[in-house]
């Protein structure tokens, strides 16, 4: 079983940044969404380009190659040409440090419309 892995203090992870972490052998892009952390597979499941390096609005960030969207908190994928979503992972915060379970959770696929 694995264990929660060190990431970075709150502090050095402020909102709106991100960092990539390598923990279990997976690339796992942190996210702060105004004060909540979210990791998710750093790899579009598009084409596998990097997401860390894409532009984010709230909880949406867009990969820089082709433009699908994911949701950080979900791993849902928002747009095509993207159809699977993401990995998300564990995140935990104690004593001002932000930890990862690099136990890789299947994302909740394309949301719904009401």
Known sequence: MAEFVHVASAAELPPGGVTVITAGGRSIAVFNVEGAFYAID?????????LSPGTRVGEIVTCPKHGSRFNVRTGGVLSLPAVVPVNIYPVKVEDGQVYVLPEPQRGRGMPHKA
């Open 42 to 50: 750093d790899s579009c499941t598009h084409e596998y380009a990097p």
